[in-house]
Structure formats: C-alpha cells, structure tokens
C-alpha cells in the first residue's frame, strides 16, 4: 500500500489552475481522500472520492486504470495555499489511512 | 462537527522520561483511534491504531513497549512515550473515525525530549 504526491512544491499565481497529483498502490477497492492542513490549523478533510462532490472549487476523479486521484482547481486562490495530503484506506469504514508525503501548495497574488 | 482534543499541546522533556499524551473525542465516541506521527516538512506515519477494550494494533517498525497506548473508555486514548530520547521529538498526532466515517484529527503534540 503506498501513496505518492510527487510535487513537494507547487507554486502558481492566482487565478490559475491547478492540479496536484496523487498516484496509488492498493491491492484492492481502497477509498481515496484529499486532506488539507492550512498553517497552524489541524488536519482537515478535503474531499474523498465516494463523495463525488467539489468542495471550495477543488474535485478529483478516481482513475482506476491509471491508479490516480489528482486534485484539480480551475482558479487557485490565495487562500488556497496550504499543504495538502493524499491519502487511501482499505474499504469498510474506520480504517486506518495511509499519507502520501504531502504537496505544498503556495498560490501568489 | 465532531472535535478531536490533544491534550498537552506542547511538552519538553528530559532524555529518559515518560511522557504521556491524550487524545479525546470531545461530543463523539471512537471505539478506534489512530496514532500518527509527523516529523518536521514530512507526512504522517501510523503509528498504531487504538482500540477500546483492547490491546493496540502497532505498524511495522514500531515499538509497542515504547510507545504505549492505552484507550480506556470510548471517549480517550492516551499514548506514552517511555524512556523519552531526543530521537522520539516529533509531532504527534491522533485521530478519530466519526458517524460519517470520516477522520476527525486532533491539533497535535509537540514532544521535544532534550
């Protein structure tokens, strides 16, 4: 089981897109989340992929065939910038996640 | 929403003591809570997943003789860090499935051991 963000960094100007991407590995259905954490707050959830919705803007679609969950925004705003977290779990509720290592997004005026 | 509360914030302590660290569903109850932790600019890493009633299920790697946790009633689980060396600095952080099924995250412990 494995999450990869390969993006430490990712650094657009405001009204930009964005995509941040995540790939996984999973023996299996895992269920896929999007975290964020903004400076100095707790660990938040963004978005999670059953849930099919947009939250503040952001979607991501699960591609099973290429094993991605990218999370995409037409227009980045300043407020955007936070360090954001890919994460899966093995189906069946009240499992254990697994991060990827993160991607910082810095979204300038 | 449900609220996860960590309880020090922040805590320094000497090489060779025990630390204790608790992590409460504040208007929730959490049979299972998860234990994760963050060294500086990097992800969170499961450490062990707590269970009330029983014994904690511990990751690869981790030590359950030194990281031990406790989860006594549904609304806390408590995680202490025995024999404190400079190496077990770092940002720990706990979490708690709601009704939802989602993941409610506490705020974070700092523990920096000198």
Excluded at chain 1, 30 to 56: A, C, T
Excluded at chain 2, 36 to 43: A, D, E, L, T, V
Excluded at chain 2, 65 to 90: G, M, Q, R, Y
Aim: proline share 4%; net charge positive.
């Amino acid at each position: 089981q494995r999450v990869t963000q390969p993006e430490k960094l990712l650094s657009v100007f405001k009204g930009a897109p964005v995509e941040l991407k995540c790939n996984y590995s999973y023996s299996g259905s895992p269920e896929l989340f999007w975290y964020v954490q903004y400076s100095r707050q707790r660990l938040q959830l963004l978005l999670r992929h059953i849930s099919r919705e947009s939250i503040k803007g952001f979607t991501a679609d699960l591609n099973k065939g290429e094993t991605s969950f990218h999370l995409k925004k037409p227009f980045a705003q300043e407020e955007d910038s936070a360090m954001y977290y890919c994460a899966l779990s093995g189906t069946g509720g009240y499992n254990k996640l697994i991060f990827g290592a993160g991607t910082r997004l810095a979204v300038h005026p | 929403g449900a609220v996860v509360s960590q309880h020090p914030s922040r805590v320094i302590c000497k090489s060779g003591t025990s630390v204790k660290i608790e992590c409460r569903s504040l208007d929730f109850q959490a049979t299972t809570m998860f234990w994760y932790r963050q060294f500086p600019k990097q992800s969170l890493m499961l450490m062990a997943t707590s269970n009330e009633g029983s014994k904690a299920t511990y990751e690869q790697g981790v030590e359950k003789d030194k990281f031990l946790i406790n989860h006594a009633s549904l609304t806390l689980s408590t995680l202490t860090v025995t024999s404190a060396h400079p190496e077990d600095s770092s940002f720990y952080i706990c979490s708690a499935p709601g009704s939802t099924d989602t993941q409610y995250f506490g705020p974070g412990t700092r523990l920096t051991v000198l």
